[in-house]
């Protein structure tokens, strides 16, 4: 059974950083591109980042691009997302997801396999 879990979120002060990890089991994560994607309260959900099946291309939303990296490691079967310079407006639960496809869009509805989210509080 294919399954993704999350892991990596806390509490952080602004200015702090975090890394996400997305856990594969059930599967082999080489095949698919990876998307992370965030649920605020009251917000509409939004793509954060995503990670072609290679590792070779990634996209970024401009909120977070300069201070979000993410990254897969493939032999551990997991990708990464490390968030630098975090801001009060990142605070979400970050969920990933996993498709098999090639290259990845930061669409929802492309992605058909998601976690179970982690939650990301960044307050002082």
């Known amino acids: 059974q294919l399954q993704l879990v999350e892991s990596g979120g806390g509490l952080v002060r602004p200015g702090g950083s975090l890394r996400l990890s997305c856990a594969a089991s059930g599967f082999t994560l080489d095949r698919y591109a990876i998307g992370w994607f965030r649920q605020a309260p009251g917000k509409e959900g939004e793509g954060v980042s995503c990670i072609s099946r290679s590792g070779s291309s990634t996209n970024y939303a401009s909120s977070v691009k300069g201070r979000f990296t993410i990254s897969r490691d493939n032999a551990q079967n997991t990708v990464y997302l490390q968030m630098n310079s975090l801001k009060p407006e990142d605070t979400a639960v970050y969920y990933c997801?996993?498709?098999?496809?090639?290259?990845?869009?930061?669409?929802?509805?492309?992605?058909?396999?998601w976690g179970q989210g982690t939650q990301v509080t960044v307050s002082s």
């Open positions: 997801a996993a498709e098999p496809q090639l290259l990845c869009v930061l669409r929802k509805d492309d992605f058909g396999s």
